[in-house]
């Protein structure tokens, strides 16, 4: 795993990245193709217009230390696939984690990527004494993905899974 900072605005912002994907900020010009998967407080964006208003609240919760967002990006072919990050639980010394992959992307490997460079970002850097991650019952390429992670099953209710690293 390779971590840079880069500067994007007024503020530097940790880049990571291995062979395969590069996660870095999300920029202006990403929000068109995150559409599809751009959510706030559980509500989907509609259209480019709210998609860039909810990444205006992703911006302030990063300049308040509350979470880490980061675009995943095809390093061979610089497209976007979608985003993960730590999203509440930092002011803790904990870390929930998120991740959303286009439909294009799904099941190509770059999920694995992208949470084994968040996990290793979390601990390392962040020092998280905890990291957990939710799911629905019914998504099953998650459930997998966690799991082969090393992330165990500590809560299920209703319709929601919870997982939490193991062995940290």
């Known amino acids: 795993?390779?971590?840079?900072?880069s500067s994007i605005g007024n503020?530097?912002?940790?880049?990571?990245?291995?062979?395969?994907i590069l996660l870095r900020k999300v920029g202006?010009?990403?929000?068109?193709?995150?559409v599809p998967i751009s959510f706030y407080d559980g509500i989907q964006a509609s259209d480019v217009t709210m998609a860039m208003a909810m990444q205006a609240k992703i911006d302030q919760d990063l300049l308040n230390g509350n979470s880490f967002h980061w675009c995943i990006?095809?390093?061979l072919s610089g497209q976007v696939v979608g985003t993960c990050g730590y999203y509440r639980g930092l002011e803790n010394g904990e870390g929930e984690l998120g991740c959303v992959l286009l439909s294009a992307f799904r099941g190509k490997g770059y999920m694995s990527h992208a949470m084994r460079l968040t996990v290793a970002f979390g601990k390392n850097k962040l020092a998280l004494r905890r990291i957990w991650a939710v799911t629905t019952r019914g998504n099953l390429q998650a459930i997998k993905l966690l799991e082969r992670l090393n992330f165990i099953k500590?809560?299920?209710?209703?319709?929601?899974i919870e997982y939490e690293l193991a062995n940290r």
Request: aromatic share 4%.
């Open 1 to 5: 795993m390779t971590i840079t900072t």
């Open 73 to 75: 990006i095809d390093r």
């Open 28 to 34: 202006a010009a990403d929000i068109p193709a995150l």
């Open 11 to 20: 503020d530097n912002y940790p880049e990571l990245s291995d062979e395969r």
């Open 154 to 160: 500590i809560a299920d209710r209703n319709d929601e």
